[in-house]
């Protein structure tokens, strides 16, 4: 029978590996709770306004969209043109042209 009042102390190396699996156990809990918050806080942001429409010029078929603060951007004509639009009234600002040549 072992006595219970044996007052030897665990060895050290034991000790080390109670001492790590404890921090490493923290450590998780903490990362975990830091995902937990970033999803949160990420998910509960408002989403940007964007335009109910845009009047595209006859003919032209959007293909991508992408927007900033003052400006939204309309890629059409299979990606070798790019229509962008001022975002306080609507109106087309500026078309660029893309030449992209095949390697």
Known sequence: MSDPLNTESEPANLRLLRVLVTV???VMIGG???I???FVIRFSA???VVPQAITLPDGVTAESFTMTPGWYAVVVEGG???LIF???NGELAQTVDVNVTAD
């Open 86 to 88: 001022n975002r306080s």
């Open 36 to 38: 937990v918050a970033l």
């Open 32 to 34: 975990l709770l830091v």
């Open 46 to 48: 408002s989403a940007p």
């Open 24 to 26: 490493l156990t923290t």
């Open 80 to 82: 070798t043109r790019i």
